[in-house]
């Protein structure tokens, strides 16, 4: 990179989608099997390309009334170039694909440059 690099102010979501079911509150689908589905998803909503993690989420769960935290396998999904409308479009696919009550969205600005 040279001091004449132009950033580019961009708007970046970042996705949390954590992989327990909503029905069953445990993980039915295999990590790498949700990857692929969300990288397939991606492919057919027409993203130019994303950043994904494996990580650990922490909720809690308030089912009848209680507070149980609940630890679950999260992929996190990093994208730019797009617009909210498109983010909106994957997540509801995402949501029925993986069978997921929520997705968060995270949505910053972002100083990019591609070099």
Known sequence: MNKD????????????IGLNDKDTKTQIIDTKKAQEIIEGLLIVEGFEGASI????????HNQNG???YVHE???????LFTTLESVLSLCNAVKRALNQESVAIERVQSFS???
């Open 5 to 16: 690099t132009k950033f580019e102010v961009l708007e970046k979501f970042v996705l949390s």
């Open 53 to 60: 993690f494996e990580g650990l989420g922490l909720y809690k």
């Open 66 to 68: 209680g507070g149980v």
């Open 73 to 79: 396998k999260t992929l996190k999904v990093e994208l």
């Open 113 to 115: 440059a591609l070099i």
